[in-house]
């Protein structure tokens, strides 16, 4: 799983996904969703980096079976959240404080 931070003044977004998925364009209707190496590759994490990261953040973007698999683990999201492109899970959280 790949996880990066990206910040901008006080605000963060934290975008992961699953390793295998960076570089790939799925198809959304008429919308191309490219999974970029300049948006979710950063850092390679395990599923307990992961965790801890998710609760660090409040936009947070998430593509891949593993990564959002780790959300619904931590009720973080429920099965209603997830969208399916191409059979590919994918989820934003926005926490509002």
């Known amino acids: ?14 975008a992961a996904c699953d390793a295998e998925l960076i570089g790939k364009t799925l198809k959304f209707g008429d919308v191309d969703f490219h999974i970029s190496e300049g948006f979710y590759k950063g850092k390679m994490v395990s599923e307990k980096e992961l965790s801890k990261l998710l609760d660090e953040h409040n936009n947070i973007n998430l593509v891949g079976e593993k990564v959002v698999g780790v959300a619904l683990k931590k009720d973080l999201i429920s099965e209603r959240a997830i969208i399916k492109i ?5 989820v934003q959280i926005y926490r509002l404080i």
């Open 1 to 14: 799983m790949y996880c990066k931070i990206h910040v901008a003044g006080a605000k963060t977004v934290l």
């Open 86 to 90: 191409e059979g590919i899970p994918h």
